[in-house]
């Protein structure tokens, strides 16, 4: 182990750093609580001004080896990797994939667009009439109070 090497707890070494078990003397707990997962062994070492270095260096194999401690393991991310969007496709799928503009062509050919837009037509007059018969009887009910009021102002 060199000096830039950062241990992080266990749930073992977690257990005994807070006092619910007493396996361990007072000087190991001492620097169970001082392993947080961020310090390199070197910042543990001047956090522990007291203690010797090899006597820290016996004491962490010592914890290590009892399932105290275990080296804290970063996760390195490649670069390439991270960001990258890409599709893996090969010239024959690019050729088979239906393009933007073979979409548009096949929307504006002949025949069949005018049939659509026909369709799309009568779909809206359709829509209209629905719509006209569900608001005619409320016109007639509207109409029928608005002539009864104009009778009563009359009189």
Do not use: C, W
């Not at 947080?36 to 062994?41: E, L, T």
């Not at 629905?130 to 608005?146: G, I, N, Q, W």
Request: charged share 35%; aromatic share 4%; net charge negative.
């Amino acid at each position: 182990m060199d000096n830039k090497t950062i241990f992080t707890k266990t749930t073992k070494g977690l257990g005994e750093a807070l006092g619910k078990t007493k396996a361990l003397s007072r000087d190991f707990r001492n620097i169970l609580k001082e392993i947080d997962g961020k310090a390199s062994v070197e910042q543990l070492h001047s956090k522990l001004d007291y203690m010797a270095e090899a006597k820290l260096q016996d004491a962490l194999a010592m914890l290590a080896g009892g399932d105290y401690i275990r080296e804290f393991a970063s996760q390195e991310v490649a670069v390439d990797d991270e960001l990258d969007f890409t599709l893996d496709a090969s010239p024959d799928d690019a050729l088979t994939a239906l393009t933007m503009g073979a979409f548009l062509r096949e929307l504006s050919a002949p025949g069949d667009g005018e049939q659509a837009s026909n369709t799309i037509q009568k779909k809206a007059r359709i829509d209209e009439i629905l719509a006209k018969e569900r608001l005619e009887p409320r016109a007639r009910k509207d109409a029928e109070e608005l002539a009864i009021k104009k009778a009563i102002e009359q009189v």
